[in-house]
């Protein structure tokens, strides 16, 4: 199954060389492996509750702002924390689909 994952990064991995930054094999279609979609979807709910209508762009400006004033830091810890699970069950799925 290593065709699922490919050595990919954005624009040149010169920059990740030259500064020694550690890389590693990604899931070339896995967009739920990575928490800030979690974190999306937690703001959505959050402005859209109670299936929640806006008038205008402002209205809902002030609802994503309130909303992301709202999440708290045990949230994003918990969501980063999450990550090496994500990465394991990932690994062993052999880049097939896990519960995330």
Known sequence: ??????????????????????????????????????????LARAVYVGCRQFDNVEELKEAVWEAWDNITTDTLKFLLGSMERRCRDCYLAKGGATKY
Do not use: H, Q
């Not at 699922?4 to 954005?10: A, C, E, K, S, V």
């Not at 890389?23 to 979807?41: C, F, H, Q, R, S």
């Open 1 to 42: 199954m290593t065709e699922l994952l490919f050595t990919g990064y954005i624009g040149s991995g010169s920059f990740f060389e030259e500064e020694e930054v550690p890389v590693m094999d990604w899931p070339a279609k896995y967009p739920d492996l990575n928490p800030i979609e979690n974190l999306w979807g937690l």
